[in-house]
Structures are given as C-alpha cells and as structure tokens.
C-alpha cells in the first residue's frame, strides 16, 4: 500500500487521469499534496507537492457552466490531465493551497488559431 504525502484530507472524488489510456481513480487534496490514486492497482498512483506545481489549466466551455478536463504543469514531471466529478469543487479546493494566479484558464481553439496566423504573419 502507498503512504499518503498528506496528513489531512480536505476533499477527495472520483475522477479520471489521461497518461495514454485513461486511469480511473480518486484524487485526494490535502494539506501536502495532490494525490490520485487508481482504482484497483494500488501501484498505480500520481503524488504531486504543492511546491512541485507550476500551473494550473482548466478548459472551461460555455462560460464556465462546465469544466471538462483540467491539467497540472509541473516543475519536473511534465503534465498530468484530469477528469472529476465535480471540478469546479476540485479547483476551488487546490485554491487553498495554491496562489490564484497560477489557476488559469486553457486557451480556446478560436484564440489559439488567432495566435498561430499572428505568428505567421510576424514570420513573413
């Protein structure tokens, strides 16, 4: 069985984690970490320190009435993405621990496809 980072745990859901095929699990927030753990294989788990985190990302569709997916940039681990239950709950309870700034929301497609003929444009 895995050791929790955590001494406390403020908020725990079902939810699932995209590294190739999906992992369904639960994550846990507490006071040191952001923990996902899946569902039958106990060996299979993501521990992130709030220290580790750099950015948060939530991709939010029709003006934030749902938030499908969210991602965690990391200082060294690279990206982990997310699907919960409940992520506005999810987002609000990482809040806590982590500064508002970097919870920030995902570029839409139109924005990104308005920076890519932008850059294009710069190019010539």
């Not at 106990?42 to 003006?63: N, R, Y």
């Not at 992520?87 to 924005?111: C, G, N």
């Amino acid at each position: 069985m895995v050791l929790s980072l955590n001494t406390k745990a403020d908020f725990i859901v079902n939810s699932t984690l995209f590294l190739g095929l999906p992992e369904y699990g639960k994550i846990m927030i507490g006071d040191k970490a952001f923990e996902f753990y899946h569902q039958y294989n106990s060996g299979k788990f993501v521990q992130i320190p709030w220290g580790e985190i750099e950015l948060v990302q939530a991709m939010v569709l029709f003006k934030g009435k749902w938030i499908p997916r969210y991602a965690i940039h990391t200082k060294r681990y690279g990206t982990f993405t997310f699907a919960s239950q409940q992520p506005k709950l999810v987002l609000k309870a990482m809040h806590t621990y982590i500064d508002r700034h970097k919870i920030v929301k995902s570029p839409s497609l139109f924005h990104w496809l308005k920076q890519r003929i932008r850059r294009q444009k710069l190019k010539q």
